[in-house]
């Protein structure tokens, strides 16, 4: 788990980190927190904030894909964030809106592919619509998978999950001792996606705030006090760099892992 440092967003005299193309992560989740306050700070209404998020947003796809990620789940809105008050809730909305319907040409030059998570079934029907047009759009696309968690919690991903799973026992399909880690992730939003290998929050808090719980347990993760509007590709490339350094161990020692590496 590490503190980012970086703080700023990357000007013409910085230099970019060296990535080993051999050991980037196949598959970041990001908490694109800080949107609000960025705009309170600068006596700003909070939408202002959640605008230039988008921005943001579009940076670091266009890093994901040139760097060849295979995907990035970006936590786009929260089941939480139906508590907020009805003007923010129906700002995002419109902003969701406005962005897949802005961005859909790029999308198919690209070959992005866009995926959803979460209750879907709980958008305003015309952000619900727009969103499985553009997924239906970019369905065959080959490049970088673009997930959007959407009216999205962990919890109740995996209590859809097991309700799944519970009718499939039900109905005589599944016994209980078939039931395994495989066949609960295969009910979950995130199926056919490998597990995020990083996750990165901005916005100087450190939690997952019911964010892929089971997709995450295995995952490097990665803090920056940078707000979501100012983390721009720099911050993305350290990001990374910093991945580079870990070792993933999953259960075993260092020196197993660095005797499997050798080998």
């Not at 939408?47 to 230039?52: D, E, K, L």
């Not at 003007?87 to 897949?100: F, I």
């Not at 599944?174 to 009910?187: G, K, Q, T, V, W």
């Not at 997952?208 to 490097?220: C, G, H, V």
């Amino acid at each position: 788990m590490t503190q980012g440092a970086a703080d700023h967003r990357t000007t013409a005299g910085d230099r970019e980190p060296i990535l080993d193309p051999a050991t980037l992560p196949r598959h970041v989740a990001i908490i694109m927190d800080g949107n609000g306050r960025w705009a309170l700070q600068q006596g700003k209404p909070r939408i202002i904030g959640h605008q230039a998020g988008v921005q943001t947003v579009q940076e670091v796809v266009r890093c994901a894909r040139e760097l060849g990620l295979e995907a990035i789940t970006l936590y786009a809105f929260s089941t939480e964030n139906w508590r907020r008050p009805g003007p923010e809730v129906e700002g995002l909305m419109v902003l969701l809106q406005t962005y897949l319907k802005n961005h859909l040409d790029q999308m198919i030059q690209n070959q992005v592919r866009l995926r959803a998570c979460g209750r879907i079934d709980l958008l305003p029907a015309k952000t619900r619509q727009i969103l499985k047009d553009i997924i239906s759009q970019t369905a065959d696309n080959g490049g970088l998978i673009l997930n959007l968690a959407l009216s999205y919690g962990g919890r109740d991903e995996l209590i859809r999950a097991v309700r799944k799973l519970a009718d499939k026992i039900a109905t005589g399909v599944l016994s209980p001792a078939e039931i395994d880690e495989n066949s609960l992730a295969a009910e979950l939003d995130s199926v056919g996606l490998p597990d995020p290998d990083l996750l990165i929050r901005t916005g100087g808090e450190a939690r997952l705030s019911n964010f892929l719980p089971w997709q995450l347990s295995y995952s490097e993760l990665y803090f920056t006090k940078t707000l979501w509007p100012d983390f721009g590709r720099s911050h993305f490339l350290a990001a990374l760099a910093d991945f580079q350094h870990r070792q993933r161990r999953f259960g075993k020692t260092g020196e197993q892992t660095m005797t499997r590496a050798k080998g």
